[in-house]
């Protein structure tokens, strides 16, 4: 995981994410979507955004945390009078006060260090 301890300490380092990004692009790092192309037909994936780089900044688990029940499946008969139809089912977000977030590290981090207290979590 080069790229993300890369990206961590250039956060502790000082530089924001657009910095951040506009040097891995500069230095011909693929952005995350250019990994699987199927899954981000929708991208480019010609150059990071800040937006990947906040998202792995603020991703818990590169640092040996983990969030449960941040989402949920609902599910529903759309034809109650035919239910041969099936089912359909939507994930939904849950409210931040029924996330679970354990006081402890839960897995083995892949970077040692907090990113910087500068944007808001």
């Known amino acids: 995981m ?4 890369r990206i961590f300490a250039m956060d502790l380092g000082g530089y924001g994410m657009f910095a951040i990004a506009e040097s891995l692009t500069r230095d011909d790092i693929p952005c995350p979507s250019a990994y699987d192309r199927a899954r981000n037909k929708h991208r480019d994936g010609l150059a990071s955004a800040k937006s ?5 900044l603020t991703n818990v688990r590169y640092t040996g945390g983990q969030i449960w029940n941040k989402q949920r499946t609902q599910e529903w008969l759309p034809d109650v009078n035919d239910v041969a139809l099936g089912y359909a089912a939507v994930t939904k977000w849950n409210e931040k006060d029924q996330w679970v977030k354990p006081e402890k590290i839960v897995h083995e981090p892949l ?3 907090e990113p910087s ?4 979590r």
């Open 2 to 5: 080069p790229i993300v301890q």
């Open 52 to 56: 990947a780089v906040r998202v792995i």
């Open 111 to 113: 970077v040692s260090q």
């Open 117 to 120: 207290t500068r944007r808001s």
